[in-house]
């Protein structure tokens, strides 16, 4: 397997999208104030930016890792 072949968290590809608008973005943000979303969050100092990623590959919580200065 050579350098490129890693996979990333299980993952063989990465993508990022961008053909989303702005209206887009208001259109779902209007939607998720009408739901309301209620997102989970765990916050990490990014000092413990590797610590985070290893309690995510763990499955130590459920949500989103953010990390923080």
Do not use: C, Y
Request: hydrophobic letters at 45%; glycine letters at 8%; aromatic letters at 6%.
């Amino acid at each position: 397997m050579g350098a490129n072949d890693r996979k990333v968290f299980g993952e063989w590809v990465i993508r990022s999208v961008t053909a989303n608008t702005r209206q887009n973005g208001l259109d779902l943000l209007r939607e998720a104030a009408a739901i309301p979303i209620k997102p989970h969050t765990v916050r990490f100092p990014l000092e413990q930016a590797n610590h985070a990623l290893q309690e995510l590959k763990a499955g130590s919580f459920q949500g989103a890792a953010i990390l923080t200065l």
